[in-house]
Every structure is written in C-alpha cells, then in structure tokens.
C-alpha cells in the first residue's frame, strides 16, 4: 500500500510542475514601466553627482551638531590625508590625544576609547582599546554635496 502511494504523489507533483511552466510561458510580460510607482523606465533617470569628499583642514569648519544621543560625533575636516591607519600610524590619535579641551584645540579622544567593553569593562586603560583604534568606523568626515533627499528630522 505504500508503495502505492510514492509513485502516485511523485507524478501529482510532476504533473503540477508542468502546468505551472506552461501557464509561466505563455503569461503575458509586463513593461518595466508599469511595474513601480514612477512611469517610466529606471534608465531614464539621471545619475546623482558624485560625492565630492570633504577637502577642509583642521579648524576651518564648526564642529557638527549629532543627529541623536549617543551618535559618535562627524568629523568636520577633511580626513583623505590621514588614511589608511595603520598599527603604527594613526593620525587621528596623533592630533587628538589630549588631556582636555581647549578652545582652538582639537576634541580630546574619550575616555571610553580606553576602556575594553568586551574584556574588562570596569578598567580604563593607558592606550585606546584594538576595537576603538581604527576611527573611521565610526567617524566619518561627510561629503560636500547636497542632500538627494530633503531632511526634517528633529528630535
């Protein structure tokens, strides 16, 4: 009896396959320009400018008001002649590594950067923690560019 019924579900299947590919084949298509919201095709639409980095020094520009609390904070100058940062060399800690702030003078590194929040988080150490020490991951020095998209948010 169950031998039966193997063969029987095996072709069922085959046989709701081959309708399905039929109907597929001979379905009309539809243009891309009926598909989405906008009428016409996405090739039409020209390409946004390309994003021109941000070439200010150090202190030309104010500091950058963040988005939300606990936003790590947006570089105000231009950040392409510091990179890449290596093991040996990291500029941002170079210029950044002071006690406190002083007008004129850079933003001093937090103490949080000095504090392993996977190992030992209760310990702040002498030197700025392996996953902190590469900058740009969460720093990011923004483009001279318009927005594409108008913004509102406020909090």
Same mark, same amino acid.
């Given at each position: 009896?169950?031998?039966?019924?193997?063969?029987?579900?095996?072709?069922?299947?085959?046989?709701?396959?081959?309708?399905?590919?039929?109907?597929?084949?001979? *379905?009309?298509? $539809?243009?891309? =320009? &009926?598909?989405?919201?906008?009428?016409?095709?996405?090739? !039409? %639409?020209?390409? /946004?400018?390309?994003?021109?980095?941000?070439?200010?020094?150090?202190?030309?520009?104010?500091?950058?008001?963040?988005?939300?609390?606990?936003?790590?904070?947006?570089?105000?100058?231009?950040?392409?002649? *510091?990179?890449? $940062?290596?093991? =040996? &060399?990291?500029?941002?800690?170079?210029?950044?590594?002071? !006690? %406190?702030?002083? /007008?004129?003078?850079?933003?001093?590194?937090?103490?949080?950067?000095?504090?392993?929040?996977?190992?030992?988080?209760?310990?702040?150490?002498?030197?700025?923690?392996?996953?902190r020490y590469i900058c740009v991951s969460c720093h990011v020095s923004p483009?001279?560019?318009?927005?594409?998209?108008?913004?509102?948010?406020?909090?």
């Amino acid at each position: 009896m169950k031998k039966f019924f193997l063969p029987v579900i095996l072709l069922s299947i085959l046989v709701l396959m081959m309708g399905t590919l039929t109907l597929l084949g001979t *379905s009309k298509r $539809i243009p891309d =320009t &009926e598909i989405g919201l906008s009428k016409s095709s996405v090739f !039409d %639409e020209p390409a /946004p400018d390309p994003t021109r980095t941000n070439q200010s020094e150090p202190g030309d520009r104010p500091l950058i008001p963040r988005g939300f609390p606990e936003q790590p904070p947006t570089v105000p100058h231009g950040v392409i002649e *510091s990179l890449p $940062i290596t093991f =040996t &060399e990291n500029q941002c800690v170079d210029c950044h590594e002071v !006690d %406190e702030k002083e /007008p004129g003078e850079p933003t001093p590194i937090p103490r949080s950067h000095y504090t392993d929040l996977r190992n030992a988080p209760g310990v702040v150490g002498d030197q700025i923690v392996g996953a902190r020490y590469i900058c740009v991951s969460c720093h990011v020095s923004p483009g001279d560019n318009e927005p594409l998209v108008k913004n509102a948010f406020s909090q």
